[in-house]
């Protein structure tokens, strides 16, 4: 079973070589993403994996160069396939060559050696010029309160969600804690949650949908802005002293979104993956306003993995830093193409352009609409312009995946995210030529019988 | 690109002459390390934290300048507390600032931003520069066969032994498979395994005590050279193919152990931390022969982190070379006192005489007897010098734990390694200057009525 999906990846690894062999070498020089890194990153966060050998049958049968609506598939990319389906942010990568030795790190081996970051630190293993640059680049954003709150580091914010559950949930409880989330919520939700069949929570789907029992301990997630949809969020069960929520701020920076309001919720999760693109370095920090919850998370660390990476997290300090450092006291950038939401914000924008124009001109899909809001920190009033798309496939199309598939467009179906077949999700932080090929092909899918 | 690598040498140059000055500074906070850090350090990997508290109340009432002996402490050290409780693996930091800009880490902000490292490695996260560093030390070291075996990298080998349990564990079975090792076992083994109240896996025990009820799943931990008594192991339940096998070999390295042979077992474990002393790096790997186990392991560490920090994985990678670097193609030292593992082995070797000179002027302790071995590696016959020493009181001493808090010397007590209480674990990785005041308080310790 292994063998075939790996032969069949070796396949449509020459054939997509063979079709683009130079920019295999660019992506290999930019963000190492190939073939089988397609399949390897869909297959991340995800809880079926067999949805995307699913996928990837459905294209390779199509790499015959019919697709199952009968049409040659469009020359644009040559019938490349172009995969949507996850969020690697590599583009960034970019803004990060122009900053040069500005965010280069340099650790002698003799550093950083001990267990320890601050010993004076309720979470013992932070490094102190990581919190100092975190709480600095949220006072510039406006986008969280820190003041007299704990931040815990933690390897990436699935670590730190998995932290917040340990440290949520009364391990004395006769039941485990029912977890839940509106849908579309975030993927991999489930199968964090569920994968060590833990005693002390569960995964307990859909939030609208949820029944709650007299004195049923349960935890709600929000993520805000959202992933998938990319809609500004509140808890839709919890209200009140009643059930807890675990707001997940990843996508909540002004290259995303317009921050209107300083977060000041009891536990927040960020990350460097979606707001600096450095998903590499797998470093990301909860701000938490009850001590014991904090304390219970960083036990929860320091049991799973004894402490963070002190070498990722010295070089998220500098990175943070110098991101805050493109700007001056009052928030102004100071230099016209060098301030790092600025070069982020217009390379959304630009793609949310894009996107939109395709679907204008192809009556078979849709896009949700984003009220207009004013930025605290730039100043700018835009429309949400999300790390994600959610497509809808309009009329009589129930499976849009496959749809999109056939098109050699790798996307992750709705289901996946406990909604309707109909939507998929698309990333937009792919590298800029391939967004070029997908918003192309996009524009000219044709459905016979439709339109 | 080569101006920019021009730029960045010069630019590197400038910064490690700064960073010499600073390494001073540097060296008196790591030899200083504080009182709340011996509190946090020995928080870590214990299961019961009041322990520490009870430690430090008897510490601490006796900084009056008496202790329950009604002796005054030795002058040596003035009373200073000594933790030995744990091991912060500091004690290399000297070979390491030798090695200068040898082993400095340079990466630049656009480098590794991807989640990816090897889309066509099993483990997809993992540096090829460390899977290639990985076996060239194996292979110098001759400590364990990597040829034709899978390596998955993790967040340190505490993950690694989360990983393993999620990847041998069935998932489908009717109840949670136990999970047992041999007391005196790592302290931490049945936190690290129960503190999720999985339903895949459970703490068994002391394997000496475990009755294998008809067809039910098991797993032995076994750790060679053990944590925390030293003792070369093997399986003391499974037995051939009855029942599953970890293998914790951090420990098997020339400077603690002779190495007799190259080591094959089914899932090996192996860090940084006390290899090469790197433990704020945070980076272990397992050596894997079953793909599908090394598969899932690799599902665990996506789901629990999406990765391990690419940072650091190119920074032991950087390290491992380094050592490697140090011997011809013959494993001979290129130049005397400058190969890692002469010196490491120095250092043990020290402190053991050391240690052993204390216990043998005063015959309320004992030290285990390890048999003299030859090492395939250094061509050299010596007796274990483990990283921790398993010390035991005598007589009519029941708590050899509080004896040694009473006399300001913090260590880890029989107990929490499954074991009697007249037993301590005592950490030999302490520096220098605190290892030298623990020698001489210990040789002077005198109990009422005792020798």
Redesign the interface.
Known sequence: M?NKRGTLMRHLLMLSMALNSVLILRLIYT???????EK??Q???MAENQEIGKVVVASSSSSSGTSTDGRIPDENGGGKLINLGHG???M??KF??Q???????????????????D??NLC?FMEPDLTKAVIRLHKLVGNAITKDRHIVVG??S??LF?AAL?ALCP?ESSEPTSVISAAPYYS?YP??TD??????YKWGGDAHKFRKRKNQAYIELVTSPNNPDGSIRQAVVVNGSDGIVIHDLAYYWPQYTPITFHADYDLMLFTV?KST???????GWAVVKNEEVARKMTK?I???????????QL?AA??LN?VADTYDYSGNAKEEGAAFFEYSYGVMNKRWNQLKEAVRKNPIFSLPVFPWSYCNFSGRKFESQPAFAWLKCEGEIEDCEKLLGDHKILTRGGKHFGFSSKYVRISMLEIEENFDIFTDRLSRIHVAGSG
Chains 1, 2 share one sequence.
């Open positions: 292994p963000s190492g993403i190939s073939w089988e890194a390897s990153l297959g991340f966060c690697d942010p590599t960034y990568a990060w060559h900053m040069g030795n500005k965010t280069t790190l340099v650790i002698p081996g003799w550093q950083s050696i001990s267990y320890f970051s010993v004076k013992w390897t990436g699935s670590q998995q340990y391990a991999s199968l964090m994968f060590l069949k833990s005693g002390l993956s693109g450095h998903a590499g370095s797998r470093i929860f320091e049991v799973n993995t004894i402490g963070v990476s002190k070498d990722s070089r500098k990175i110098s």
